[in-house]
């Protein structure tokens, strides 16, 4: 029973599934498998551990580890043990790192990296093995476990995408719910396998370990720098998540059997709806989805076998969400998913307005019939010659045009229309940067819309978490007009 918001528990996903079916595959990898069994206990273990260095209820914990089985021990570990875990981005160099521990207010890192753990200040150096190696469960993992939904779980850094990064803390049952709702529209049970195609750190990451566990289902890890096509034949998967980016490589792969995936789920950002289109055409079972990490990822998402046109969507509300559209067109959401706020240091705010709606800062619209179509961000949008430019809508009309693969408008200062879009544009292999790109948008859209200037793509270009940094964009633009006179 959940009770009231303040003393709701619910069943540990973990140890339900243990008990349910200890010998089904909770992981599996390269390291192995993991039953149900085997990882409840040894998550159990682990949290004895922990306790045993002097690690507590309620400590925030940094975590900096290659995504593996241990990685997922240890944070299953911290959360049962009343922790909270802060994933931190291995991509990020150890010196990008620190600050965001600080940010946290982290008091303890996990860590195998030499260099962070100099350069980490103010916190506890702990290496994993300490915890992993010769543990011995003296817990009880054979009697029902609760869990207060309330409970603080983790905290996310956000892609800052539109600025520096924040720390977005979730509860428990945030990412509880979360799952919840998006097993409740996408099939997942005992003899599924989730690939975990996404990072830990990242709120895709946390939520695939979610769903499995709260289904039965396994989560499937790839092998180190093996092709997704290669991983998901190799460990049977049968649902994955995917940004754009590993969409349009999987469909690029030669001879990848793609025949044991029931669910093809899309997010991360927009996808261009010709990849999409490509994907179904193949016979992919694909899901469209809007979300954002202070939702604990997914926010709506289409239903099984929608049509073409609704995957050019962002699908309906799941369960235990709310969505509005403000008069300014702006998506605001709430509900069970929504993050507990934003962390800077001791201090957490949770920014909503007075009925406790947040404002994502994405623009869109809700159809009659529920379908959500995002249209970009709001802080995105700039004016040209008196005239409104939403780069997103640019950007789409670009990737339905014939040889081009992925493109990124940004605004460039001008001083006859204020600013003008700028284009950077990779073709498919083989094709230059075509000419008459103007002319064939023009097609399409309005003349102030279309781009003064079209880039090849750059060999450097970054990205921020899953989304590509436009920042970068700016930046080289700005430098390619000066170079230009």
Not at 29 to 36: A, E, I, Q
Not at 151 to 180: C, E, M, R, W
Not at 270 to 278: A, C
Not at 430 to 452: C, D, I, T, W, Y
Request: proline letters at 7%.
């Amino acid at each position: 029973m959940r009770g009231d918001a303040a003393t709701a528990r619910v069943s540990c996903p973990l140890r339900r599934s243990a008990l349910a079916s200890p010998e089904a595959p909770a992981i599996t990898g390269p390291s192995g498998t993991l039953t149900f069994r085997d990882l409840d206990r040894r998550v159990s273990a682990v949290g004895e551990s922990i306790a045993g260095v002097g690690i507590g209820s309620g400590d925030r914990v940094a975590l900096y580890l290659p995504k593996d089985e241990r990685y997922i021990v240890l944070l299953l570990a911290l959360i049962r043990s009343h922790i909270v875990a802060c994933p931190a981005s291995t991509r990020l160099p150890p010196a990008g790192a620190a600050p965001l521990l600080r940010k946290a207010a982290c008091g303890v890192l996990i860590s195998e990296d030499e260099e962070l753990l100099r350069v980490a200040e103010a916190v506890r150096k702990v290496r994993p093995e300490v915890l992993l190696e010769d543990v011995v469960d003296h817990t009880d993992t054979s009697v029902p476990l609760d869990v207060p939904l309330s409970q603080p779980a983790t905290i996310v850094f956000t892609s800052g995408s539109s600025g520096a990064p924040k720390a977005a803390l979730h509860t428990f049952g945030n990412h509880y719910d979360n799952a919840l709702g998006s097993n409740a529209n996408i099939a997942l049970g005992p003899g599924d396998r989730w690939l975990h195609s996404l990072p830990l750190y990242h709120v895709g990451g946390l939520s695939i370990m979610f769903r499995c566990l709260l289904a039965g289902a396994t989560m499937a890890l790839p092998e180190p720098g093996a092709s997704l096509g290669r991983a998901i034949a190799e460990s049977g998967a049968t649902h994955v998540s995917l940004v754009a980016t590993q969409l349009r490589r999987l469909l690029r792969e030669e001879d990848a059997a793609l025949e044991t995936l029931k669910a093809v789920l899309l997010g991360g950002g927009p996808v261009p709806g010709s990849l999409v289109e490509e994907a179904a055409s193949r016979g992919l079972p694909v899901y469209t989805s809007y979300g954002l990490t202070e939702m604990a990822s997914q926010v709506t998402t289409t239903p099984p076998g929608a049509t073409p046109e609704r995957l050019r969507t962002s699908g309906q509300v799941l369960p235990h969400r709310e969505v509005s559209i403000s008069g300014g067109g702006e998506i605001l959401v709430r509900g069970e998913t929504l993050f507990a706020g934003y962390v800077e240091g001791g201090a957490v705010d949770r920014p909503l307005d007075g009925e406790g709606w947040f404002h994502t800062g994405d623009i869109g619209d809700l159809g009659g019939d529920g379908y959500l179509h995002v249209r970009g961000r709001k802080d995105n949008l700039f004016v040209s010659g008196g005239e409104n430019v939403q780069p997103e809508e640019v950007e789409e009309s670009l990737r339905g045009l014939e040889g081009v693969e992925e493109a990124i408008v940004v605004p460039l200062p001008d001083r006859e229309f204020g600013e003008r879009p700028v284009a950077f544009v990779r073709m498919t292999e083989g094709s230059p940067v075509q000419r008459n790109l103007a002319a064939m948008l023009e097609e399409v859209l309005p003349r102030f819309k279309v781009p003064a200037w079209f880039h090849a793509w750059p060999e450097d270009a970054r990205q921020t978490g899953m989304k590509v940094d436009r920042a970068f964009f700016r930046e080289l633009a700005l430098r390619l007009a000066s170079e230009d006179g």
